[in-house]
């Protein structure tokens, strides 16, 4: 790190105790970052670094809710309003019994630059709660919803706060809360929450949008080594909204998808993952990927095992945070593995991304890869406010295009910055100074 910037992250580190991940995620930015410092004094007058580190707002509030046999539970929920400098805070909101402040405040601080990177009016922020969504029926997760949009509605609208999903959280979670919205405010403010059904002003392709958005970035990063997905084994982690979007996409490119995951095992099946069938048991049973096997008998379910252990060509981690450290990277190395896109916010820890760096693997950090989610989160919001509804293929053209942009944004940065092919330095830079930029010019706020 250079430095100038060593203060700043023991500061960091200092009024943020115990938030690991939120640690993790600056350190990674300000290791870039400090390659610009000497070509811009102006961010260091203004103290631009001191400031991107602090979020605006931070909302902590109490979820009461009553389960389905009467009982009182009591959650916590969060929204960390982190930068709006390009637009109003947008980021999705996480139910998972893992959330606190750390990982909140870690998504929140990777959201800012990747909204950057899309070249779209948007700020960044994250939400969510340590409720636990697994096994709740759809009564409970209503009333869970209800509760917490009755605090976090004062917060919110579409020019001020814009919530969508992450783990947890789809356009079931979307629908209730954006119902309880319109409840409480009595004003049908549809660009106030994205990822909502196409039924009440969702967009076409926001579902499948960061699966997507991920696979087309990967084909630009393969491109530019004279390589393509044809032909190439893929393993996926996670079986949620990204795993199943990227494995399709993945597979319409050419790639063969032969491993996905989730929080019990995974499941090979050389002769290709069957998306449709996971798309069942997930979407539609909420159900467990051991399940996979008596459906498709090519498929075997490996229990309590990581997937990064089944050779690939490239890997897609699509699940949680830090799931690739060092010794899944080396593992991945060993076997071949010569690409890796995160679908996932920041699932590769600093050593990960160290071993694939030495070993010369291609690799897409999460907040440009997967930035297509957010992107069409953005074209979401544009349709709403102009009462639109795009076609499904117009969405999906303009999601390529942004994807492709943002490949070559990350590509030329990173040779400017003189890392060619680094693709972490390239979207933190690149970020980083549309951010900086827009904090100058709007004065010391
Ligand atoms: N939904 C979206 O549009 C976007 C999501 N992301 C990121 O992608 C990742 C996946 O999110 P979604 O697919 O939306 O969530 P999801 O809830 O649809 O699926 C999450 C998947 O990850 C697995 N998982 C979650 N926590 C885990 C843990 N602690 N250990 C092992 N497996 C675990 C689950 O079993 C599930 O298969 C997250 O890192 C999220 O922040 C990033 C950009 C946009
Ligand atoms: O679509 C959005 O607003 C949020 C997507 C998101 O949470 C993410 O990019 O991590």
Known sequence: MHETLEPVYDQVVGRNPGEV????????????????????PEYARAKIIERICEPERQITFRVAWQDDHGEVHINRGFRIEFNSALGPYKGGLRFHPSVYQGIVKFLGFEQVFKNALTG????????????????????????????????????????????AGD?????????????????????????VLTGKAEAFGGSHIRTEATGYGAAFFVREMLAARGESFDGKRVI????????????????????????????DGYVVDESGIDVALVKQLKEIERGRLAEYPSRRPSGKHIAQRQVWEVPCDVAMPSATQNEITGKEAQLLVRNGCIAVGE?????TT????????????????GKAANAGGVATSALEMQQNASRDSWSREFTEQRLEQIMVGIHARCYATAEE???????TVGANIAGFIQVADAMLALGLV
């Open 21 to 40: 991940e939120f640690h993790q995620a600056v350190r990674e930015v300000l290791d870039s970052v400090g390659r610009v410092i000497g070509k811009h």
């Open 120 to 163: 779209l009016p948007i700020g960044g922020g994250k939400g969510g709660s340590d409720f636990d969504p697994k096994g709740r029926s759809d009564r409970e997760i209503m009333a869970f919803c209800q509760s917490f949009m009755t605090e976090l509605y004062r917060h919110l609208g579409e020019y001020t706060d814009v919530p």
């Open 167 to 191: 783990i947890g959280v789809g356009s079931r979670e979307i629908g209730y809360l954006f119902g309880q919205y319109k409840r409480i405010t009595n004003r049908y403010e549809s660009g």
């Open 236 to 263: 996926v982690s996670g079986s949620g909204n990204v795993a199943i979007y990227t494995m399709e996409k993945v597979q319409e490119l050419g790639g063969l998808v032969v491993a996905c995951s989730d929080s």
């Open 343 to 347: 679908g996932a916010n920041m699932p």
């Open 350 to 365: 600093p050593e990960g991304i160290g071993v694939f760096r030495e070993a010369g693997v291609a690799f897409a950090p």
């Open 417 to 423: 910055y003189g890392v060619p092919g680094d693709y």
